[in-house]
């Protein structure tokens, strides 16, 4: 059974998940209207991601038989006054997700919660990876962003992005 400082951690972390997708699929939109289509499937394909790890936990908390409660998700209300202004707000946020992830596995270690642990072993890796991408990516348009042929090489990159959901036993 799941401590309840752990559940309700993990309960809110469903929200803040499903809010990421959010928050990603404006920046989508935002680069939609700027006619940067690659940048912009590059965001869906993190919404995608978000979605599905908040999916990952909402079962890891069934499966512990842990009720579900879904929080409100906020409205994204940043105005992106440049191209780089939302790369730099994804990175941002992936931080502050790090943060609330490591405050989970740290929860869980201080109950001995050992299966939680191994669970939130694969989230802590899982942002160390989307930290690296983004910021990759936020490098990339620093060196070509400025340049249109680069932007748009980049931009064509981007196109390419495919999903892989992932697998994680629960």
Not at 84 to 89: D, E, N
Not at 125 to 148: A, I, M, S, T
Request: hydrophobic share 40%; charged share 30%; aromatic share 14%.
């Amino acid at each position: 059974m799941l401590a309840k400082k752990v559940a309700k951690l993990i309960n809110d972390q469903v929200t803040l998940e499903f809010y990421s997708a959010y928050l990603y699929l404006d920046f989508a939109n935002y680069y939609i209207d700027e006619g940067l289509d690659g940048f912009a499937h590059w965001f869906e394909i993190q919404a995608q991601e978000e979605r599905d790890h908040a999916m990952l936990m909402r079962t890891y908390l069934q499966n512990n038989d842990v009720r579900v409660v879904f929080g409100t998700i906020d409205k994204p209300d940043q105005e992106y006054k440049d191209l780089k202004a939302p790369l730099k707000a994804a990175l941002e946020h992936e931080q502050f997700i790090t943060g609330c992830i490591n405050k989970i596995y740290g929860a869980a270690s201080d109950e001995k919660d050992y299966r939680t642990m191994e669970c939130f072993n694969w989230f802590v890796k899982e942002q160390g990876e989307e930290e690296k991408n983004v910021g990759d990516l936020l490098k990339k348009f620093k060196l070509f962003g400025n340049d249109p042929k680069g932007l748009y090489a980049l931009n064509q990159e981007l196109l390419t992005r495919v999903y892989a959901a992932p697998t994680l036993v629960l």
